[in-house]
C-alpha cells in the first residue's frame, strides 16, 4: 500500500460535522460518557473551570457551549474511564513504558494511586500520599536554599491546581517555576521584550473586533485553538482583511463551519476565514516581512516627494521606537532579488501584502 493511500483526503471545511464527529467518538470512547457530558457543559463557564486545551478560555462568548474540538477531547481524556492501577506497574518496568508511544500511554487512562519510583527493581511501587508528602519534604528540607529547587508543572495541569501549587512554592521561599508556559515563551517572551519593549502580547478580544487588518503569521488555529476561527470569519464577514501567511495550508484558515448555526450545519455550509493567503517558503517570512517595509519606505518617500500625506506614523516612530534608522538602512541594502529569492513569495504578493498593511488603520498581528 502507497504512503498516499494511507491518507484519507478531507474536503469539508473545518469543525463543523467533521468535529462533531470527532468529539463524539472521544466522548464515548472515554467510557465515562455521562459525567464527561457533564464536564464538558462546565467548561470555560461561570462556576466551572477553565478549558485545559488552550488560552481562549476567557472570552466574553455566551451559551451552552464555551469549547471546541480540542477542548472537548481535552476534557474527555482528563476523566476517561479508563485507569491505571498498581497492577499495571508490577506488569511494565519504567525502561519497558518508556519504549511506548505518547498514543499508547495516554490511552491506557489514569493513576488510581500515587506511585514513587524503585531503582533497584526499575518499577513504580505503591505508596501513600503521607509517605509521598514526607519523601518531598525530606528532599526540600535537605536544601541550603529553596531557590536550589525547580517546581515543575505540566500544561495539562488546570489553571486551578497549578494557581494553588504555586502558592505553596512561593511560601517554601522561591518563584522557580519553570512550567509548561516558560518552556514555550521564555525565549519568545525575551525576544519580544528586546524588539517590541513588552514580553506578551498586547492585543484582547475586543480588538478582534475593531480590527480592519489581522495577520495570523505562522499561526494553525484550526489545529491548536479552534475557537479563533469564528472571530476571523467575522472579521472577514464585516469587511476586514485578514491575512494568513503561513508555508502550511491548514483548512481553518480556508473555511469554517460553525457547529452552534442550524442552519448552516443543516445546509452544509461555511464560511471563509481569509482574505489573503500567503506561502513563504520555510523560513521565508522574516524576508517578506523586509519585502513589506521596502515597499512601504518606498512609498513613505514618493509621499514626501509630492507633498502627499505620510506613509509613516512619525509620531509614533519618535515616541515608542529607537534604531529605526539602522533597520531602514538595512531594508535599503537588502535587493528584492535577495528578498524575493528568500521569502519564496513573487514581488507582486509582498506588494499586496505591503498594500493591505498601508491601508489598515487598526491592525493586529
Given at each position: 500500500?502507497?504512503?498516499?493511500?494511507?491518507?484519507?483526503?478531507?474536503?469539508?471545511?473545518?469543525?463543523?460535522?467533521?468535529?462533531?464527529?470527532?468529539?463524539?467518538?472521544?466522548?464515548?470512547?472515554s467510557?465515562?460518557?455521562?459525567?464527561?457530558?457533564?464536564?464538558?457543559?462546565?467548561?470555560?463557564?461561570n462556576?466551572?473551570?477553565?478549558?485545559?486545551?488552550?488560552?481562549?478560555?476567557?472570552?466574553?462568548?455566551?451559551?451552552?457551549?464555551?469549547?471546541?474540538?480540542?477542548?472537548?477531547?481535552?476534557?474527555?481524556?482528563?476523566?476517561?474511564?479508563?485507569?491505571?492501577?498498581?497492577?499495571?506497574?508490577?506488569?511494565?518496568?519504567?525502561?519497558?513504558?518508556?519504549?511506548?508511544?505518547?498514543?499508547?500511554?495516554?490511552?491506557?487512562?489514569?493513576?488510581?494511586?500515587?506511585?514513587?519510583?524503585?531503582a533497584?527493581?526499575?518499577?513504580?511501587?505503591?505508596?501513600?500520599?503521607?509517605?509521598?508528602?514526607?519523601?518531598?519534604a525530606?528532599?526540600?528540607?535537605?536544601l541550603?536554599?529553596?531557590?536550589?529547587?525547580?517546581?515543575?508543572?505540566?500544561?495539562?495541569?488546570?489553571?486551578?491546581?497549578?494557581?494553588?501549587?504555586?502558592?505553596?512554592?512561593?511560601?517554601?521561599?522561591?518563584?522557580?517555576?519553570?512550567?509548561?508556559?516558560?518552556?514555550?515563551?521564555?525565549?519568545?517572551?525575551l525576544?519580544?521584550?528586546?524588539?517590541l519593549?513588552?514580553?506578551?502580547?498586547?492585543?484582547?478580544?475586543?480588538?478582534?473586533?475593531?480590527?480592519?487588518?489581522?495577520?495570523?503569521?505562522?499561526?494553525?488555529?484550526?489545529?491548536?485553538?479552534?475557537?479563533?476561527?469564528?472571530?476571523?470569519?467575522?472579521?472577514?464577514h464585516r469587511?476586514?482583511?485578514?491575512?494568513?501567511?503561513?508555508?502550511?495550508?491548514?483548512?481553518?484558515?480556508?473555511?469554517?463551519?460553525?457547529?452552534?448555526?442550524?442552519f448552516?450545519?443543516?445546509?452544509?455550509?461555511?464560511?471563509?476565514?481569509?482574505?489573503?493567503?500567503?506561502?513563504p517558503?520555510?523560513?521565508?517570512?522574516?524576508?517578506?516581512?523586509?519585502?513589506?517595509?521596502?515597499?512601504?519606505?518606498?512609498?513613505?518617500?514618493?509621499?514626501?516627494?509630492?507633498?502627499?500625506?505620510?506613509?509613516?506614523d512619525?509620531?509614533?516612530?519618535?515616541?515608542?521606537?529607537?534604531?529605526?534608522?539602522?533597520?531602514?538602512?538595512?531594508?535599503?541594502?537588502?535587493?528584492?532579488?535577495?528578498i524575493?529569492?528568500?521569502?519564496?513569495l513573487?514581488?507582486?504578493?509582498?506588494?499586496?501584502?505591503?498594500?493591505?498593511?498601508?491601508r489598515?488603520?487598526?491592525?493586529?498581528?
Open positions: 500500500m502507497s504512503q498516499d493511500e494511507h491518507i484519507r483526503r478531507y474536503t469539508g471545511p473545518a469543525a463543523g460535522w467533521g468535529a462533531l464527529k470527532s468529539v463524539t467518538k472521544s466522548w464515548l470512547g467510557e465515562n460518557a455521562v459525567k464527561n457530558l457533564r464536564a464538558m457543559l462546565k467548561t470555560n463557564q462556576s466551572g473551570f477553565d478549558c485545559p486545551g488552550c488560552a481562549w478560555g476567557e472570552s466574553p462568548e455566551n451559551g451552552l457551549v464555551k469549547f471546541c474540538e480540542n477542548g472537548a477531547k481535552a476534557v474527555n481524556w482528563e476523566s476517561t474511564g479508563r485507569s491505571v492501577d498498581p497492577d499495571f506497574f508490577a506488569k511494565y518496568s519504567v525502561s519497558a513504558l518508556a519504549g511506548q508511544s505518547d498514543y499508547w500511554l495516554e490511552y491506557q487512562g489514569r493513576l488510581t494511586h500515587p506511585m514513587r519510583y524503585d533497584a527493581t526499575d518499577h513504580y511501587v505503591e505508596t501513600t500520599w503521607d509517605e509521598a508528602f514526607a519523601l518531598i525530606r528532599h526540600l528540607k535537605a541550603k536554599s529553596p531557590d536550589e529547587a525547580e517546581f515543575y508543572t505540566s500544561g495539562r495541569a488546570s489553571n486551578e491546581a497549578a494557581f494553588l501549587y504555586q502558592l505553596f512554592v512561593r511560601a517554601f521561599g522561591t518563584n522557580n517555576f519553570p512550567d509548561c508556559s516558560n518552556m514555550c515563551h521564555e525565549a519568545s517572551g525576544g519580544m521584550a528586546e524588539t519593549g513588552v514580553g506578551k502580547g498586547t492585543v484582547v478580544f475586543d480588538d478582534l473586533e475593531k480590527a480592519d487588518a489581522i495577520f495570523v503569521i505562522g499561526q494553525n488555529p484550526g489545529t491548536n485553538h479552534p475557537r479563533m476561527l469564528e472571530p476571523l470569519r467575522e472579521a472577514v469587511g476586514a482583511q485578514v491575512i494568513c501567511i503561513n508555508p502550511l495550508k491548514e483548512r481553518g484558515l480556508e473555511r469554517f463551519q460553525h457547529p452552534q448555526h442550524p448552516e450545519m443543516l445546509s452544509n455550509g461555511s464560511e471563509p476565514t481569509n482574505t489573503a493567503y500567503f506561502r517558503a520555510l523560513g521565508g517570512d522574516m524576508a517578506m516581512f523586509r519585502g513589506m517595509a521596502k515597499f512601504l519606505l518606498q512609498w513613505e518617500r514618493e509621499a514626501q516627494a509630492n507633498g502627499e500625506p505620510p506613509v509613516f512619525h509620531a509614533f516612530i519618535r515616541e515608542h521606537t529607537s534604531g529605526l534608522d539602522d533597520y531602514l538602512a538595512a531594508v535599503d541594502a537588502t535587493s528584492w532579488a535577495h524575493v529569492g528568500q521569502s519564496g513573487s514581488l507582486a504578493e509582498i506588494e499586496l501584502a505591503a498594500r493591505m498593511y498601508r489598515a488603520e487598526r491592525v493586529i498581528m
